[in-house]
């Protein structure tokens, strides 16, 4: 009996630490006051109010921070993987799958934080062939179209998450899985307004 109790305690202590990870690792889950200003954003700029895209640089790179977000709700409706640039890393590594570092320049090889307005539609040379322009909005992404920064698919990153290892680093695109991009591109393709997708930390 005294041996059951042991294991019962120990199980319960690995379900609760579980659950803090998953909370410290998913902020975003509870985050109403980054939602609520995503939903005021959007009102103030004609922007698509049913849904955004927030992509969440603190969490872990090999658990999924990609989330798609019903702003009517204010749930999380999907998540996926989503890769970060490499900077002065090897190319596919996950040498900063914790520790990503962020900048505006070009060349840098690093993605940019801020708000972007997701634009037009277009052929990408990677994943499944498709990509979408992502237009900068505030200082620290400004230079987004002049880096050529898109959102597209990349066949390096998983469907599942594969913490603790991290997803591959590029050049500084919010890359997907293909069949993650397969599953976001008719809500970006059939929306009449412009979609907001938020990169932060």
């Known amino acids: 009996m005294k041996n059951l109790i042991i294991i019962s305690i120990g199980i ?4 609760l630490s579980c659950a803090k990870s998953d909370q410290i690792l998913n902020p975003i889950i509870s985050d109403s006051e980054r939602i609520d200003e995503a939903l005021t954003y959007c009102s103030a700029n004609n922007f698509n109010e049913d849904f955004c895209v927030l ?3 603190s969490i872990h790179s090999g658990k999924k921070r990609l989330f798609i977000l019903n ?12 890769s970060h640039g490499c900077g002065e890393n090897r190319w596919e590594s996950d040498e900063s799958k ?22 037009n539609r277009g052929w990408s040379s990677y994943g499944v062939n498709i990509n979408y322009r992502i237009h900068g909005l505030e200082a620290t992404n400004s230079n987004a179209n002049a880096r050529d920064i898109v959102f597209h698919s990349w066949y390096p990153v998983s469907d599942e998450e594969i913490y ?24 970006l393709r059939n929306s009449e307004k412009a979609i907001l ?4 930390k």
């Open 12 to 15: 319960l202590a690995l379900f």
């Open 55 to 57: 992509i969440d640089m």
């Open 71 to 82: 702003l009517k709700t204010k749930e999380i409706e999907k998540s996926y993987l989503v």
């Open 98 to 119: 914790t520790t990503p570092k962020f900048s505006n320049t070009n060349d840098s090889h690093l993605s940019s934080l801020g708000k972007y307005s997701i634009g």
């Open 164 to 187: 603790p290892s991290g997803t591959a680093e590029g050049w500084g695109c919010p890359a997907v899985s293909n069949n993650a991009f397969l599953e976001i591109d008719p809500l």
């Open 197 to 200: 997708m938020w990169i932060y």
